[in-house]
């Protein structure tokens, strides 16, 4: 079965920034709604972003908008999340998922996702 693949992640000081990526093969990228989840060490998996599959509709979670931005590049089968000024608090594995149908309603539900990356390691040391 296709799934995403994130990359992107490592090790990083407090106050850095770095840019994750999610891609795969077909259309599963390029042709659905695409969100961003985190899971910290001990913490349920957290919302983080999503994106609808034009790019026109981008959704954060709380507290997280003007430090996080998604995107994507459809022609790349691409979808990207910029995080900066990165806390030790950022620190968990970010994952990328994609869904097929309408998320207007549940978009920062794991739910809502068909298919689901391996995650990426993001480590802000202090």
């Known amino acids: 079965q296709v799934q995403p693949v994130e990359s992107g992640g490592g090790l990083v000081q407090a106050g850095g920034a770095l840019k994750l990526s999610c891609t795969a093969s077909?259309?599963?990228?390029?042709?659905?709604?695409i969100g961003w989840f985190r899971r910290a060490p001990g913490k349920d998996r957290e919302f983080v972003a999503a994106?609808?599959?034009?790019?026109?509709?981008?959704y954060y979670g709380d507290s997280l908008k003007g430090r996080f931005a998604i995107s994507r590049d459809n022609d790349k089968n691409a979808v990207y999340l910029q995080i900066n000024s990165l806390s030790p608090e950022d620190t968990a594995v970010y994952y990328c998922?994609?869904?097929?149908?309408?998320?207007?309603?549940?978009?920062?539900?794991?739910?809502?996702?068909?298919?689901w990356g391996q995650g990426t390691q993001v480590t802000v040391s202090s």
């Open positions: 998922a994609a869904s097929n149908s309408d998320f207007s309603g549940t978009y920062h539900l794991p739910r809502g996702y068909n298919y």
């Open positions: 077909g259309r599963i990228i390029s042709g659905n709604n």
């Open positions: 994106l609808d599959w034009s790019g026109q509709t981008a």
